[in-house]
């Protein structure tokens, strides 16, 4: 167990000794809202494990930023006014954006050579932003936005379930309300 | 909550600003952080802090649930409908978009089937119009589902065991 | 790096401090805490987005959820009877396997790592020419190339706002049939 092992896994052990704390919650509390509680805790946890697994060292959000957007944008809305406008400048038009769909080489900027400097100036920088800009894995960001949602929905399920055994039995306490089935089912 | 002027005025004057702050969420999304899961839940905090605070008649007033009952449903039908219009709509090709022989067809949810030539550069259209369409549907629905499930846990009269906190609460 | 350890270290002991404490609405704050911790360090990990969903849901609503169910079913947790030296034999020997799987797992920022390098060309470059140069890839990888999975998270809480209208929609009073819906039953019975 070397000092950069360390470094390299503590962020799975961290989120490891959460997961527990929430499993140890699940399984050892007896209160519903508390189970509850220990599943949210589970949850945060599992969200943090694959939003660590997303992070690169040096990177940064996976936003493109909008200078560089915005000249792709503008690029595209070039080639199209030129495609809608006379179909004689469409074929020219066209075909280095075709090249610069397959490989972001320096053809992207054929098209663009009538703008202005500046212009031509972000297009070059968008054509080696790759080794300048490193960017965390957007994926998992993804996956986990729409899990934090449908686990909220979830809980609000169970709380939902939860008032209504209160209603029904007085308790939220797993072993009083198996007391209260067995006595009803002896009956 | 009669008895609390300082929450009562802050309240009014803090939710115009949450209320601003989700629609930027929501509109906001494609270009920052953000979209509708974010913005449903920041819309409906608002409904949600307007409703403790005065009451969950007057939130009812403002937001009747027979209209949430309805969007719940709406923003789905709007996200699956935008999927139907891709599959009716087609792919366009760059000649025309009224010969219909130029168009192949398009997949559910193809957002590339709603490009179109209309207010270039001011109207989003393609993929970017699909996403934002399909944004609003999702932030309309988690603002529904979230405000309905307030109603719906705020509604209840805890009678049943004898602590009527959460009921003077919502009813004062 | 050590904005990194401070924030885990609180993450830690807030959920012990959850898993130790009797009182549940204390429990619940705690709760709401440990969400935005957690969405601090989501921060601190690129992720903007699931950091800000994480805050608003996580700390927001879910905490005011739990704590109107507490006003409606009970604030206090009844003392365990049971021995706790069980479950905490469990969660050790889960935990100790999990971590014996780690050691082999990619380190931490690793750009080599398969979650990095098993979708070529990444959805960074790839949207940037799909997408006509839309910056937040996030929501493009959300709403476009995985628009089916949305559609059907969007379906799991449309199916999950259902079923809390209908286990909750029924008042209990007895008489007032449809309290949740009839927003005007209440000012209309005080008129009277």
């Known amino acids: ?169 007085g308790t939220i306490e797993e072993d009083e309300i198996l007391l209260i089935d067995q006595r009803d089912s002896s009956h | 909550m009669d008895s609390f002027p300082i929450i009562r005025v802050v309240t009014k004057l803090i939710i115009p600003y949450i209320l601003l702050f989700g629609f930027y969420v929501q509109f906001h999304g494609d270009f920052g952080p953000g979209g509708g899961f974010q913005a449903g839940v920041i819309l409906a905090s608002a409904l949600i802090l307007y409703g403790l605070v005065f009451g969950l008649p007057a939130v009812k007033t403002v937001a009747p649930p027979k209209l949430i009952e309805k969007l719940i449903a709406l923003g789905v039908l709007i996200y699956a409908g935008t999927g139907v219009v891709t599959m009716l709509a087609g792919k366009a090709t760059h000649t025309g978009e009224h010969e219909l022989t130029s168009r192949t067809v398009a997949n559910f949810l193809d957002y590339g089937a709603l490009d179109h030539h209309f207010l270039p550069g001011f109207l989003p259209h393609g993929q970017h119009l699909g996403i934002f369409v399909v944004e609003f549907g999702v932030g309309i629905t988690v603002t529904a589902v979230m405000t309905m499930i307030f109603y719906c846990f705020a509604g209840r009269n805890p009678h049943a065991n004898g602590q009527s906190n959460q009921q003077s609460e919502a009813k004062a | 790096m050590f904005v990194s350890i401070f924030i885990l270290t609180l993450l830690v002991v807030t959920a012990i401090t959850i898993a130790r404490i009797g009182d549940l609405w204390a429990a619940v704050m705690f709760t709401g805490i440990f969400s935005f911790l957690g969405a601090c360090w989501m921060l601190i990990l690129d992720a903007p987005d699931v950091a800000f969903t994480e805050a608003a849901v996580g700390a927001g609503v879910s905490t005011f959820l739990m704590l109107g169910t507490l006003a409606l079913a009970g604030k206090t947790e009844k003392p365990t009877t049971s021995s706790s030296v069980v479950p905490l034999f469990v969660v050790a020997v889960t935990g100790a396997a999990l971590i014996y799987g780690t050691l082999d797992m990619p380190h931490f920022g690793d750009p080599n790592s398969p979650v990095q390098t098993r979708i070529e060309p990444s959805f960074m470059e790839k949207s940037q020419s799909d997408m006509h140069g839309l910056p937040n890839v996030v929501t493009a990888l959300l709403a476009s190339y995985r628009g089916y999975d949305t559609l059907g998270e969007t379906a799991v809480i449309f199916t999950a706002g259902i079923a809390v209208i209908l286990i909750l929609r029924r008042s209990n009073d007895g008489f007032k049939s449809n309290d949740v819906f009839n927003s005007q039953s209440n000012s209309r019975k005080g008129s009277q």
Request: hydrophobic share 45%.
């Open chain 1, 1 to 169: 167990m070397t000092l950069d092992e360390i470094f390299g896994l503590y962020n799975y052990w961290v989120v490891i000794c959460l997961m527990m704390t929430g499993f140890y919650i699940v399984i050892a509390r007896k209160n519903l809202i508390k189970t509850v509680i220990g599943l949210n805790v589970f949850q945060t946890s599992v969200v943090l494990l694959y939003i660590t697994m997303g992070k690169v060292t040096g990177g940064t959000a996976p936003i493109i930023p909008p200078e560089i957007a915005a000249q792709h944008g503008e690029h595209h809305e070039h080639s199209t006014a030129h495609s809608t406008a006379h179909s004689t400048a469409h074929m020219t038009a066209d075909a280095p954006h075709l090249d610069h769909a397959t490989e972001h080489g320096h053809e992207a900027v054929t098209p663009l050579t009538q703008h202005a400097d500046h212009v031509h100036q972000t297009a070059s920088a968008m054509a080696d932003h790759s080794t300048e800009l490193i960017y965390s894995n957007p994926l998992p960001s993804v996956l986990m936005l729409t899990a934090i949602v449908v686990g909220i929905a979830t809980t609000a399920l169970a709380l939902a379930l939860i008032v209504r055994i209160s209603e029904d039995y």
